[in-house]
């Protein structure tokens, strides 16, 4: 696992083992270190888990896709997604895109995608 983190595909989940091994915190995140889009292979409490997920996407951003809704939300791993790509912002919730400070990192990171954020906030401003 610490060299092919999707070698966890291999491991049975009709075995009680087989969960328990997709359940490790530990085996997980080593998992994760090798190869982020692992995470899809462990189990959802740890897909939830928070260091699981900082783990992932601080390794590819678009390991946030995997995430429960909660942590797409997450301001920290949402900002560590931002940080390589303003692609981002098409799975950011309404908090995140609204959030000035967020669209300003954006902006300095250079993303243009921050101008169609900023559309899609003044247009859920004049439906509301």
């Known amino acids: 696992v610490k060299t092919c983190g ?22 997980a995140l080593e998992a994760v270190r090798a190869d982020p889009f692992a995470l899809e292979l462990v189990s959802d409490d740890l897909k939830s888990d928070r260091a699981v997920a900082l783990e992932a996407v601080g390794a ?3 390991t946030i896709e995997l995430l429960p809704a ?35 990192k954006a902006e300095e990171l250079g993303w243009n995608i921050v101008w169609e954020a900023k559309a899609d906030s003044v247009h859920d401003a004049v439906d509301r």
């Open 60 to 62: 590819d951003w678009r």
């Open 6 to 27: 999707k070698a966890l595909a291999l491991v049975p989940t009709e075995l009680a083992a087989g969960m328990q091994i997709r359940s490790d915190r530990d085996i």
């Open 70 to 104: 909660e942590l797409q939300q997450d301001r920290e791993v949402f900002l560590l997604a931002l940080n390589q790509s303003g692609e981002a912002l098409r799975h950011a919730g309404l908090n995140l895109r609204n959030d000035p400070m967020l669209l300003a």
